[in-house]
């Protein structure tokens, strides 16, 4: 930092920065800002040029060796195979080159999509920004588990703690304040006015002007501490790897036997020594991991198009293997829009109307049959709601300040903050009690925030006078047992075990109709009290229980009856009421009427052993806290599931790391949950988990696919020669022949068929093993079987050729030439799917496959038909009758699978019939 920012009151920053601690920068002048101090990025790592990236995809060896063979060719003055070899050569550098350059776009687009997010003022209003957008002057909101996202000098700090441990080394979170220092040279630990980026918000929350960015920041200076993403290969990039490395051996011997006979068989050494290269070139399966690599980047871009946006590339596999989702309640499997419906007070039931956050509702009480508009004990507890809060009440983009405004439409009413929270605000609103209103004479001095292990939030108001008041809120449970008097009938009474066995009676009604249950208490304090919550925190006086209803998402409903159609267990975890629980998870569908669940107070009196037994028979967890997560995490695993495991908050991190595929909340979820997952919900929803599994099982399928085709087609080129020169036959390819198979079919169409569309029926599969071969379920029989066929079926249609011709080794060869390229494009519809025939996945349904087919059989005829080819690949054109052998011979397989498809399909609609 140039200035010693921590030094200066805070009117001196306001006015070095220009900023505003209400209205934030204009847009205008943050545009300005940004143009001039540049982008808030530690600067990266120099990237590959396009130009180093294409000279790249000659570095191969066997590639260099053909182009030294090329040259070779050129001296010796056969320049038309020279020039074609090396123009065989470019193309496929240019598809490799495409394939990698594809590859490199989605991964940084991925990054951008999951690139840290920021909370700002900016003309007086609150709007989520890309961190990278922060200029100096910003105002910054700052919350829990957030990652500070630039060097901040605090405006207000409550209860404010930060993990610093990135910078300085220390495991304690930092305190901090606004209070400037004391002392000339004050270390960057002893900062405690200053939040500094990178640095992680543990407790509490606060506001701060941004004085720094990018590498202007303490992070920036500090090079070394950059944190990059690791982009490493999944673990089935590893084994084919590994796959690749032991096929290139084979190969290179096969070649190597194959020269060798040649060889000893009097065939001229150049051409089997180009041969030998060739077969090697057109063998090695060179393709397999940019397919593979394509294949995974287009499914990341598919799932982030249903608004799953995948940070770690392994968990794109993992998501086929996924055997149980647990999932949070709130605003993943509801619509985390809550609405206050019942309100219980001075012993009596008022129900609320109204949709939403809209603050327009009555207050009824049925029983009386009458509207309720006033009482102490609802004003108080309308008083609690308005301000033991921290979100604000929205009318479109228009901050509600205290003023009621009438709308046309219920949607423009929307809150920034909790939704528990904006359903409060909008109660308190129904009864014409604001916040902005209250707080003209009553001033907030002290909060303690809500987290999900204490499950209460406690403020302190001073009034004009300094009397000082707390107002509490939270779970009902926990709230009874800090109450010890209530608020009943305009008089603050002694709370009797008769007075709470009611409300716990009142609350399990209310759960039972599945509404959040709140319950509301406060306290006026000595004007001596120690504000600490041990202190604060006792004695309170109980005044209402809020129910409200965050209604399940409909496609959640749905996508649970997916996932019991795949296998996939889900599971509910919610800190509520175990029978709100329940009324929502049999809403969902998710359980009947014996199914089990437990609460974090009955798994805590269980042993491990005792709790991994009942895992699998559990579908609910309630009252759980994020500590309970990373024990259901273990004990699933520990039973063999491979475990997805949603979170938002700081505290369920661990569990989030933990899990196999582990999910944060894209709208909701912390920087530091985000960090510790591997796939991030744009829409907090869960029928997105489900959509990314199906994305991931079809992105699995696809690859196994591309192994399929290529590795068959290459069995095919490796035995076609091998077989040839063991039987003493000429040679029934040339190398550039070779070479050509290798470019028309390896190119295109297997990339086409890398990007497929998924089966129909992947949902209705089981879940795969993770430890499961790619060769699993017969797929190495298929690979030999097909290779073989295509093999055989290339050198009889040679043999044919040979006997029809008169041992015309120019029309033999290009039979034989054409019956492989053709072989393999047939080939490539049949791996479409595994399980079910192309005519019933749909030939047309990847058009992109067929295009490719169609340039692939087109570039095969350029090379019969026209005259400058046939010279170059020494080809001559083909009659019918050899087209006839040709086709009967590499499509046969596929015509029988259409004959019998389209003969045996009527019949089995008409079974159906009868049946139904």
Request: proline share 3%; hydrophobic share 45%.
């Given at each position: 930092m140039v200035d010693n920012w921590f030094q200066m009151e805070l009117k001196e920053v306001a006015a070095r920065l220009g900023a505003d601690w209400e209205k934030g920068l204009s847009d205008k002048e943050a545009q300005h800002r940004l143009k001039q101090y540049g982008h808030n990025r530690l600067r990266e790592k120099k990237k590959i040029s396009a130009l180093q990236m294409f000279l790249a995809q000659f570095k191969d060896f066997m590639v260099m060796v053909l182009i030294g063979a090329t040259l070779v060719s050129g001296l010796l003055g056969e320049y038309a195979d020279a020039?074609?070899?090396?123009?065989?050569?470019?193309?496929?550098?240019?598809?490799?080159?495409?394939?990698?350059?594809?590859?490199?776009?989605?991964?940084?687009?991925?990054?951008?999509?999951?690139?840290?997010?920021?909370?700002?003022?900016?003309?007086?209003?609150?709007?989520?920004?890309?961190?990278?957008?922060?200029?100096?002057?910003?105002?910054?909101?700052?919350?829990?588990?957030?990652?500070?996202?630039?060097?901040?000098?605090?405006?207000?700090?409550?209860?404010?703690?930060?993990?610093?441990?990135?910078?300085?080394?220390?495991?304690?979170?930092?305190?901090?304040?606004?209070?400037?220092?004391?002392?000339?040279?004050?270390?960057?630990?002893?900062?405690?006015?200053?939040?500094?980026?990178?640095?992680?918000?543990?407790r509490g929350r606060g506001k701060g002007v941004v004085i720094a960015t990018g590498m202007k920041t303490e992070m920036g200076q500090i090079a070394g501490l950059m944190q990059e993403v690791v982009e490493e290969d999944t673990p089935l990039q590893k084994r084919l790897a590994q796959l690749g490395k032991w096929l290139v051996a084979l190969c290179l011997i096969i070649s190597a036997i194959v020269v060798g006979l040649?060889?000893?068989?009097?065939?001229?050494?150049?051409?089997?020594?180009?041969?030998?290269?060739?077969?090697?070139?057109a063998a090695i399966p060179e393709g397999l991991p940019a397919v593979v690599t394509i294949a995974l980047a287009v499914g990341v871009q598919r799932m982030i198009r249903r608004n799953a946006i995948i940070r770690k590339l392994p968990a794109v596999e993992t998501l086929g293997c996924a055997t149980v989702i647990c999932s949070d309640k709130t605003g993943t499997l509801t619509q985390n829009e809550m609405t206050v419906r019942q309100v219980w007070v001075n012993n009596q039931i008022l129900e609320i109307s109204g949709q939403g956050y809209d603050p327009k509702g009555e207050f009824f009480d049925s029983e009386a049959g009458s509207i309720v508009k006033e009482g102490l004990e609802l004003d108080?507890?309308?008083?609690?709601?308005?301000?033991?809060?921290?979100?604000?009440?929205?009318?479109?983009?228009?901050?509600?300040?205290?003023?009621?405004?009438r709308s046309k439409s219920d949607r423009d009413w929307n809150i920034v903050g909790d939704p528990t929270e904006g359903a409060l605000l909008a109660l308190g609103a129904?009864?014409?009690?604001?916040?902005?209103?209250?707080?003209?004479?009553?001033?907030?001095?002290?909060?303690?925030?809500?987290?999900?292990?204490?499950?209460?939030?406690?403020?302190?108001?001073?009034?004009?006078?300094?009397?000082?008041?707390?107002?509490?809120?939270?779970?009902?449970?926990?709230?009874?047992?800090?109450?010890?008097?209530i608020l009943l009938n305009g008089q603050i009474r002694p709370l009797t075990n008769h007075l709470k066995d009611l409300i716990r009676k009142q609350n399990s009604q209310m759960?039972?109709?599945?509404?959040?249950?709140?319950?509301?208490?406060?306290?006026?304090?000595?004007?001596?009290?120690?504000?600490?919550?041990?202190?604060?925190?006792?004695?309170?006086?109980?005044?209402a229980l809020a129910g409200m209803i965050d209604p399940p998402?409909?496609?959640?409903?749905?996508?649970?009856?997916?996932?019991?159609?795949?296998?996939?267990?889900?599971?509910?975890?919610?800190?509520?009421?175990?029978?709100?629980?329940?009324?929502?998870?049999?809403?969902?569908?998710?359980?009947?009427?014996?199914?089990?669940?437990?609460?974090?107070?009955?798994?805590?009196a269980m042993p491990d052993k005792e709790f991994e037994d009942i895992v699998d028979d559990v579908a609910v967890y309630a009252r759980v806290s994020p500590k309970h997560k990373l024990r259901i995490v273990r004990a699933l695993k520990g039973q063999g599931h491979v475990v997805a495991m949603t979170g938002d908050g700081v505290n369920d991190a661990p569990a989030v790391k933990e899990a196999d595929i582990g999910i944060s909340m894209g709208k909701t979820g912390t920087d530091v949950t985000k960090e510790a997952s591997a796939m991030v919900l744009s829409d907090d929803d869960f029928a997105t988990i489900v959509a990314a599994v199906e994305e991931g099982r079809g992105i699995y399928d696809n690859i196994r696919k591309f192994i399929r085709y290529l590795l068959s087609c290459n069995v095919g080129e490796v035995l076609v020669m091998f077989l040839a020169a063991l039987g003493g036959l000429p040679l029934p390819l040339l190398p550039i022949q070779i070479l050509w198979v290798n470019l028309v079919t390896d190119g295109l169409p297997a990339m086409a068929l890398g990007v497929d569309n998924k089966d129909p029926d992947v949902m209705s599969r089981k879940p795969r093993s993770p430890k499961e071969s790619v060769f699993s379920q017969g797929l190495g029989t298929k690979i030999m079987l097909r290779g073989i066929q295509i093999a055989v079926g290339t050198l009889v249609v040679f043999v044919l050729g040979l006997v029809i011709s008169g041992n015309d080794l120019a029309l033999a060869r290009t039979m034989a030439f054409t019956t492989l390229v053709f072989s393999q494009l047939f080939h490539v519809f049949e791996c479409k799917s595994e399980r079910h025939t192309v005519f019933q996945v749909g030939i047309f349904s990847n058009m992109y496959l067929v295009g490719a087919v169609l340039v692939s059989t087109t570039m095969q005829l350029t090379v019969i038909y026209l005259p400058f080819f046939q010279t170059v690949f020494?080809?001559?054109?083909?009659?019918g009758l050899e087209w006839s052998i040709i086709l009967l011979v590499a499509g046969g397989k596929l015509m029988f699978t259409a004959l019998m498809y389209f003969i045996f399909r009527p019949i089995a609609r008409r079974l159906a019939f009868l049946k139904v």
């Open positions: 020039i074609t070899i090396l123009a065989i050569i470019i193309i496929n550098a240019v598809l490799g080159f495409i394939q990698e350059r594809r590859a490199e776009k989605s991964m940084e687009a991925l990054k951008k999509l999951t690139a840290p997010e920021a909370t700002v003022i900016r003309e007086s209003e609150q709007v989520t920004i890309s961190a990278g957008e922060l200029v100096p002057g910003d105002i910054v909101l700052l919350e829990t588990g957030d990652r500070i996202p630039a060097d901040i000098r605090l405006v207000s700090s409550i209860n404010m703690e930060v993990d610093e441990s990135l910078l300085t080394g220390e495991s304690v979170p930092v305190k901090k304040r606004i209070e400037i220092p004391q002392g000339e040279k004050v270390g960057i630990g002893d900062q405690k006015n200053m939040a500094f980026s990178g640095t992680i918000i543990t040649g060889i000893y068989q009097g065939k001229d050494l150049f051409q089997m020594f180009l041969a030998g290269v060739s077969l090697a070139v108080k507890a309308l008083t609690i709601s308005a301000l033991c809060n921290n979100s604000t009440l929205r009318k479109s983009k228009t901050v509600i300040g205290g003023l009621f405004r129904k009864g014409g009690v604001w916040r902005e209103q209250l707080e003209k004479s009553f001033y907030r001095v002290e909060e303690f925030p809500f987290d999900s292990d204490r499950k209460r939030m406690t403020v302190v108001y001073r009034d004009e006078n300094g009397a000082k008041e707390a107002l509490v809120k939270g779970a009902p449970d926990v709230m009874l047992a800090l109450c010890d008097k759960a039972n109709q599945a509404l959040r249950v709140l319950a509301m208490a406060y306290r006026t304090l000595s004007p001596g009290a120690i504000l600490e919550p041990d202190n604060v925190e006792k004695e309170l006086i109980f005044v998402r409909l496609q959640a409903k749905k996508a649970i009856q997916v996932c019991e159609k795949a296998g996939i267990k889900t599971v509910m975890i919610t800190g509520d009421h175990h029978l709100t629980a329940m009324a929502v998870a049999r809403e969902l569908g998710m359980v009947g009427q014996n199914t089990r669940v437990v609460t974090g107070t009955e798994m805590e020494k080809t001559v054109p083909l009659t």
